[in-house]
């Protein structure tokens, strides 16, 4: 026989089996679909991070405190140890260097801010007007901190769309006073969000001048970060390189491995969110391949039962003519076509929660993932439909007497 015979045979079995048909693909849908939101999810996560990484700005390199030495233990101190180290001078000297595009020396923290009965925890940021060129922001409305603002440590503050929304609900933020501690704040502009994704918004932070926050918001004379961009992409890796080394001779440092600073750019932080997004991939790869393992053997189950339930029908067959490899084949196409028409609807179950989620995240369902969906169905139809099918050949005719 032909295998479009095989094929409308197994449709005709399982057409008269619709209960045991639906059972057995029902692992199946769930298992598919499971597989296709999964990938969809993690494409959606690789590519949400890594677009804003990127987002922070072109050609960036960021020169951080790092680490203290303490009983000859290195060891990593985000307290106020480990902050003083970068000041202006580091910055100054970073700016002349060759490639350096714009230099942005930062002081973050956290504060409070208050406006009448509403308050928001935000993130200080401490900043230059040279901020908006080399982290890539704009603004929405309003101005951003200008130089003047810097050298009359004013007090003025810029913050982003969602602070304000907390804030001020509805009200326009331009010109209006809010408080952190004792010391008042005059708001002149409001960021264009570029971080809120999804579940995730990174945009929660308040902008003043840099030596507001230094002198009269936290007293201190360092920097926390000193953003800078380089003129090309290809002199990133060098210009890191002069770096290091220039501030390794400024602070009289003579090992890189005992540096007090760290310089990271957008290459270092992509490989490793690809590294741990892969990771990730793996165990989601793992734990997808399991339950489609347990779903298989329950297809294979409900295949031997079929195979119990047939044994007239099969030795029928055979003492019309038909050989153990036509029986092989019609349980094997019987399970193949059940897997796959599972598979199916598995892919489109997935592509209507994708359908309706879409306003919160936005997933991505790629050409692999329907291909690796459609060649698990096949696997697994091949890989538990086998067994069943040798069986139902080799059944003697005594057993069909005995069923009876």
């Known amino acids: 026989m032909s295998v479009w015979v095989y094929l409308k045979n197994a449709f005709d079995s399982l057409i008269a089996s619709k209960l045991r048909s639906g059972l057995s693909s029902l ?31 072109t050609n960036l390199l960021m020169v951080s405190p790092w680490w203290s030495r303490q009983s000859n233990v290195r060891w990593a101190e985000w307290g106020r140890g480990s902050e003083n180290v970068l000041t202006m001078t580091e910055s100054d000297l970073i700016s002349k260097l060759a490639n350096v595009a714009m230099v942005s020396p930062e002081y973050s923290s956290r504060g409070q801010f208050i406006y009448l009965s509403n308050n928001a ?137 005992e540096a007090n600073f760290s310089i990271q750019n957008q290459a270092d932080m992509v490989s490793t969110i690809t590294s741990v997004t892969s990771t990730l991939k793996l165990f989601l790869w793992a734990i997808a391949g399991i339950a489609l393992l347990v779903w298989g053997i329950g297809v294979m189950n409900i295949m031997l039962v079929s195979v119990a339930e047939r044994t007239r029908e099969i030795w029928i067959r055979k003492a019309v003519g038909a050989q153990n490899k036509d029986i092989i084949m019609q349980f094997l196409c019987e399970s193949l076509v059940l897997c796959l028409i599972g598979g199916i609807i598995g892919i489109l179950l997935s592509y209507v929660i994708v359908f309706a989620l879409k306003s919160l995240i936005a997933w991505i369902i790629t050409f692999q993932s329907i291909l690796m969906a459609v060649w698990f169905s096949i696997l697994i139809g091949l890989s538990f439909g086998i067994f069943p099918a040798y069986r139902a050949a080799k059944l003697k005719p005594i057993e069909a007497l005995r069923y009876e």
């Not at 597989?35 to 890594?50: E, F, M, R």
């Open 27 to 57: 692992g199946i849908i769930i298992g598919i679909f499971s597989v296709v939101v999964l990938l969809a999810l993690g494409q959606w996560a690789t590519a949400s991070i890594l677009s804003n990484i990127q987002s922070l700005g």
């Open 121 to 257: 925890q935000e993130t200080v940021y401490g900043v230059m007007p040279s901020y908006l060129q080399v982290r890539n922001s704009s603004v929405a409305y309003g101005s951003f901190i200008t130089q003047r603002n810097v050298d009359d440590v004013d007090k003025v503050a810029v913050i982003w769309s969602d602070t304000a929304t907390v804030l001020f609900g509805n009200k326009n933020p331009i010109g209006k006073d809010i408080r952190m501690g004792n010391t008042i704040l005059t708001v002149i502009g409001v960021m264009k969000a570029k971080w809120t994704q999804g579940f995730w918004n990174a945009d929660d932070v308040v902008f003043v001048p840099l030596t507001t926050a230094q002198e009269r918001l936290f007293g201190t004379k360092y920097l926390s970060d000193i953003s800078l961009s380089v003129t090309t992409a290809q002199a990133v890796d060098a210009t890191k390189t002069l770096i290091q080394d220039t501030l390794l001779k400024h602070f009289n440092i003579k090992s890189a491995d």
